[in-house]
């Protein structure tokens, strides 16, 4: 496998991976703010999406052997194509989530949207699932045409 093969095949994992985390913290904060029913569904999908996340958290580390340091640690990659997805994706995520944080501290009163209030950690595990599901969801959507098989 080739180095371009190995970015391509981690960049895809990262992006899955993304939205795994994103969904599994988004699942977390609806159960805790009891917006969700109890129901077993949510409990067995909160299960699948962990074991899927642990399985994309091992795939991953597998291919970070395979691909330069750089990619791993500052996301530059010798392919174009995937450096481009990867910077779209900064990009998109930050762009959502400054306009998130802009419509929190413009908005005075959002009894509307969150009638007990929320404490900084539910507002910062919300941001992060925000952030986790643009940036993975603009990562699968731009690694969508590499796919071969």
Known sequence: MSKVDAEVDYLKSTGRLSVTLGSFIALYRLDKSSVLPDNAWFTALGIGLLMYLIYEVVKNLKLVGKIKAKAF?????????????????????????????????????????????????????????????????????????????
């Open 73 to 149: 640690w500052l996301g530059t990659f010798e392919d174009e194509f995937s450096q481009h997805v990867y910077d779209l994706a900064n990009r998109v995520g930050l762009g959502i989530l400054g306009f998130v944080i802009l419509a929190f501290a413009m908005l005075d009163d959002l009894s509307w949207l969150i009638p007990q209030g929320m404490s900084i950690a539910e507002f910062c595990q919300t941001l992060a699932a925000i952030w986790f599901l643009s940036m993975g969801i603009t990562i699968v959507k731009g690694m969508r045409d590499t796919d071969e098989d």
